[in-house]
C-alpha cells in the first residue's frame, strides 16, 4: 500500500470567503492562496490533519453534502464559543432533521454542513477537526476500502458507523455512518489521495481491484480520477503533485 490520504478538497463559488471561514475557525493558517486554489492546514506541520484545500466549483450546491466536517470540543463551555464564534464568522444553524441531539449542527457561508461535537473521549487528541464523516449504505465495506486507500487501520466498526483513525492513533477520524439517502451528483466535499513513493496507474490498478472505478474527468486535472464503491469521487495524486493540487470539474 503506498496511497495517504493528503487532503478534503471543497468545492467552493466563493474560494476566498470559504477558505478564510474555515481558516478562521479551526485556527489554521493559510497555506498557499492562488486564485484557482487555496489551502489551509494546522500552523505545525507535523499537527493533526488531512489539510483542506478548496477549489472553483462548476456548479452550486445541491442538497445535503455526503462528507462533511465534525469539530471537537473540550468542554461544554468550549462547544458553546465554539459555535458562537462560527455564527460570527458567518455559519448558521440548520435543521437536518437531527432532533434533540448533543451536538451543533451548522453550516458554513456556501451550506456546507458540519457539526461542532460535545466532549467525547476518543476525540480528545484529534485537534481541531474530530472527524470527517461519510454517509454510505454500507459503513463497514466502505471503511474497510478506504483503510486499503489511505493506510489508516480499521479501529471500530458496528452496525452502523466504522471509523479509521492514522496508525499514529493522533489526528481527524475517518467515520462512516449509515444514511439510507441516495448520492445524487457530484460531491461537494471529495478526497485527494497521494501516491507516495508508488506509481500512480499502479495504485489506481489496486483500488480498483478493491472495488474502485476509473471516471472521466474533462479538463486535464492533475492525478487519477475515480470513485469509491459508492460512486463518490475522488483522485490519486501524481508525483512531484503529491500535494492537494488544482481540480477541473
Known amino acids: 500500500m503506498s496511497t495517504r490520504l493528503a487532503c478534503v478538497v471543497f468545492d467552493a463559488d466563493r474560494l476566498g470567503l470559504v477558505a478564510r471561514f474555515w ?10 492562496d492562488r486564485p484557482d486554489r487555496i489551502d489551509i492546514a494546522p500552523c505545525d506541520p507535523d499537527g493533526p490533519g488531512p489539510a ?4 472553483p466549483a462548476a456548479r452550486a450546491k445541491s442538497g445535503k453534502n455526503r462528507i462533511h466536517p465534525d469539530l471537537s470540543s473540550r468542554s461544554l463551555d468550549h462547544q458553546r464559543l465554539q459555535v458562537d464564534r462560527a455564527l ?12 434533540a441531539v448533543p451536538w451543533e449542527v451548522l453550516a458554513d457561508p456556501e451550506g456546507n454542513e458540519f457539526c461542532v461535537l460535545e466532549p467525547r473521549e476518543e476525540y480528545v487528541d484529534t485537534g481541531a477537526v474530530a ?14 476500502f478506504w ?25 481527524s477520524w ?9 448520492k445524487s451528483g457530484r460531491n461537494r466535499l471529495q478526497f485527494d489521495l497521494s501516491a507516495f513513493p508508488g506509481d500512480p496507474d499502479a495504485e489506481a490498478a489496486r483500488l480498483c481491484a478493491a472495488g474502485a472505478t476509473r471516471i472521466a474527468e474533462a479538463g486535464g486535472a492533475p492525478g ?9 469521487e475522488f483522485r490519486v495524486l501524481r ?11
Open 224 to 232: 487519477l480520477a475515480l470513485a469509491d464503491p459508492e460512486t463518490n
Open 23 to 32: 481558516a478562521d475557525l479551526l485556527g489554521w493558517i493559510v497555506a498557499l
Open 131 to 144: 472527524a470527517i464523516v461519510v454517509d454510505t449504505g454500507d459503513p463497514v465495506r466502505l471503511a474497510e
Open 174 to 182: 475517518l467515520e462512516f455512518v449509515r444514511n439510507p439517502d441516495r
Open 52 to 55: 483542506l484545500t478548496f477549489v
Open 88 to 99: 460570527a464568522l458567518g455559519a448558521r444553524r440548520i435543521d437536518i432533521g437531527q432532533g
Open 147 to 171: 483503510s486499503a486507500a489511505s493506510g489508516w487501520p480499521l479501529i471500530h466498526a458496528d452496525g452502523d458507523t466504522a471509523g479509521l483513525r492514522p496508525p499514529t492513533g493522533l489526528g
Open 239 to 249: 508525483p512531484p503533485t503529491a500535494h492537494c493540487a488544482p481540480r477541473s470539474n
